[in-house]
């Protein structure tokens, strides 16, 4: 008998559960890497921090950097827990009993953005409060409601982006590493995690803004700290924009996931290790 | 002895080179090297264009450009030939094999932090070049002083190799999240040392930890060589009291005696590793 769609859907859930589950312990079990990684994105901050004191900045630019590096939490998130997570699983053996398992392989990659949202949200938490304690940043004034909103529509685009990746990266060896190794830094400059994004030029910055922090952090910067003359759009825009992404990226998730799963099926590729 | 290191040496370097570049072609590789040290030179480039209205004419802006170049040899040397133990014992899990195939780890570290200097030179020569052209960094070469600066790069090669074994020896002893340990410390001798700012905007606490680390010598000799002994007068006062042979000094003095100790805490690491039966632990998940 087949089982009705609401039967399926609790099935699903709570095998993203289960997923997110594994991720929520880890992170508690793991204090200890908790203040490395807490404490090293601050002191990247602080050198950049310090580099925008040395040019006699205006004060709101360290809450750009504040800011900036609390996201890269969910960025390297994404890249690592995400994207080349399928990769890591079929290095440790895991990703056969992935798809051994009656569930939709987008239960497993939901349950994963989700674990992964509530690990690199410490981590962003922690960078946040303890810079803007040592640098003075205050984070309550402009419109926190309208920010945290942006925040969450941000971590619903970026996360679908992620789900996309990992799609893709599935059926791929040691170049998805490098590539998402690649990807890292370059999107720091392109995103402008630590300077307004339109400094690059409107059409780079259009560009970028496929990247859901481009356009979560402008408006974010905006929200926060007042209005930026070098803005991208405005906040209502960028909220939109990133609405339609989060929709558009977890639909190419679902085509992608099912496109590279009967690819690497085919070509044998679903269990190869080290290649 | 030495002609058995030798040949462990070129043999780690070649094992290296493959292992970090035969995943590409040669000409997808070379891109892949200088993507990331280009980018992370763009976004400090623009964050000092935004706030000072595109003026690159400055003393800040070529010690930052300078200093933000040479510290990758730190990341490569420092950091990337204590993951390679990472790398082999816990990824591809060929620790052990590396044990049977040759007798001494040593000289395949030390072959493994070949391959990544020289990727390091390729790409910090890109990133120089680039700023030269672009952005009007006053290297020139009728200006530089190209003995200082060379005896300038190779102590901090050392000092960043001897940082490197010692850690690597460290990692031997470690579980997974090791690797943290050298990126900590890789981010705060970026910070302490002034690497992108002078000095003297870190509170007086900060300054004087930063005036303790041979790093901060090392970026203020290259500085000198590059742009000439007077540079510091602008750009940071607190490195220009500092006189050239007390700074040489330092320099090369902290160079013999980081490689001295990163050889004996690699060597001391490798026994304990090898008594407690750590050498093929796998602590990943």
Known sequence: MKPSLLALLWHNARAARARAYVRVVSTLRELSWLPFEVVLPVMAAAAYVYLYRALDAPPRYAGFVLLGSAMTAYWLNVLWSMATQFYWEKQEGQLELFFLAPISRMAILAGMALGGMFMASTRAIGTLALGAWLFHVPLGGGHPWLALGTFLLTLVALYGLGMV?????????????NLVNLLQDPIYLASGFYFPVRALGRAVAFAAAAIPLTLGLDAMRQLLFGGEPLALWTPGVEMAALALLAVAYLFLAYVALTAMENLAKREGRLTVKWQ | MAVSGLRHLRTGFWLGWQMDANWASPGWFFAYSIVRPLAMSSMLVVMYLVVTAGRTHTETFSAMYLGNAFYMYVGALGMGVSMAVIEEREWFQMLKYIYLGTSDLFWYILGRAGAKFVATTIAAAVVLVAGVLFLHVPLHAGTVRWGALLL??????????????????VMLLAARHGGAWAEGLAG???????????LDV????????GLALPFTYWLEA???AAYGSDFSVRFSPLLAAVPDAELWAVLLGSAAALILAGVAVFRFCER??????????????
């Open chain 2, 152 to 169: 300038a790069l190779l102590a901090g090669v050392v000092m960043s190799l001897g940082m490197g074994l010692a850690l690597a020896g």
């Open chain 1, 165 to 177: 990746l990992a799609s893709v990266f599935m059926m791929y060896g040691r170049d998805a590493f």
């Open chain 2, 202 to 209: 870190l509170p007086r606490w900060a300054q004087s930890f």
């Open chain 2, 222 to 224: 290259l500085r000198r």
């Open chain 2, 272 to 285: 304990i590793a090898r008594e407690r039966g750590l050498i093929d632990q796998v602590t990943e998940h």
């Open chain 2, 188 to 198: 705060a001798l970026y910070l302490f040392t002034g690497t992108v700012f002078p």
